[in-house]
Nanobody, 121 residues
Framework: QVQLVESGGGLVQAGGSLRLSCAASGRTFSNYNMGWFRRAPGKERVFVAAISWSGARTFYADSVKGRGTISRDNAKNTVYLQMNSLKPEDTAVYYC??????????????WGQGTQVTVSS
């Protein structure tokens, strides 16, 4: 089992920035690809970004490309999502996920509880 705990969400004005963190425990973190997803009010959960186990490969949804940066620190068992130039449409619950094979596509096996990001206009 892998346990994931997100943090860093909050209320921010449009144009601002946030860095989300996801701390992992339970298994060897560096064995897992990591992803960030989000669920906006009334919508389905969608892919935001992913990073391979080594950090060598990253993927982004078009909606955040150029504004978001995913990174990881395997020594700290943590993955991050830096979001800049935030827009009201970025308002959502953000989830991190872990899997040994899924990356930009595929089914992630482990999920965190999510952290709320609200962007005011």
């Amino acid at each position: 089992q892998v346990q994931l705990v997100e943090s860093g969400g909050g209320l921010v004005q449009a144009g601002g920035s946030l860095r989300l963190s996801c701390a992992a425990s339970g298994r060897t973190f560096s064995n897992y690809n990591m992803g960030w997803f989000r669920r906006a009010p009334g919508k389905e959960r969608v892919f935001v970004a992913a990073i391979s186990w080594s950090g060598a490969r990253t993927f982004y949804a078009d909606s955040v490309k150029g504004r978001g940066t995913i990174s990881r620190d395997n020594a700290k068992n943590t993955v991050y999502l830096q979001m800049n130039s935030l827009k009201p449409e970025d308002t959502a619950v953000y989830y991190c996920a872990a899997d040994t094979t899924a990356l930009a596509s595929g089914k992630y096996n482990y999920w965190g509880q999510g952290t709320q990001v609200t962007v005011s206009s």
